[in-house]
């Protein structure tokens, strides 16, 4: 397990191989179940072990927040934040209703979203994930990415309806 969360992807790498994208959206999913199936106390500072969603974060930082480099596809960066969206949506809307956030630039916004006050997981910044996903919907040209993109969006409707 440490292995997998230590070995990096530089996902805007452009001679990335379909072997290492294939790897990423199985980290992404994989993360996404275990965040998911933890036990979170939102009442107390106790961080349950199997919740992995400040990585969720990340991914949607990457996917929504980042611009991605001209000569790179924007797929591979969507595709996993379309993971968490399908195994870990309850989960992560719970850490929108909660407000989970942490300090200094592990929860900060990035790109185009520098100068907001996010930190975490909040309503604002879920909405522009959203809309950010439909709009990638649009431009990309891959058809199980388009899929991929149809499923989060329900899961998306649903915990947040």
């Known amino acids: 397990m440490l292995y997998l969360l230590k070995r990096a992807i530089d996902i805007w790498d452009p001679d990335l191989t379909a072997d290492d994208k294939q790897r990423w959206d199985n980290r992404n999913a994989f993360l996404a179940q ?3 199936a933890a036990q979170v106390d939102y009442s107390n500072d106790w961080h349950h072990p199997m919740d992995f969603s400040v990585f969720g974060l990340w991914a949607f930082r990457s996917a929504f927040e980042k611009e991605a480099p001209a000569d790179v596809s924007a797929d591979t960066a969507v595709r996993a934040a379309c993971w968490w969206f399908i195994y870990a949506a309850d989960r992560l809307w719970a850490n929108v209703e909660n407000g989970l956030a942490w300090e200094g630039k592990t929860g900060s916004s990035l790109g185009k979203y520098e100068d907001k006050p996010w930190t975490g997981y909040n309503r604002e910044r879920w ?6 996903l439909v709009a990638a919907k649009v431009t990309t040209s891959d058809e199980d990415t388009k899929k991929l993109i149809e499923d989060a969006l329900a899961h998306i409707k649903r915990v947040s309806a």
């Open 127 to 132: 909405g522009v994930w959203e809309e950010r």
């Open 34 to 36: 275990l965040t998911a």
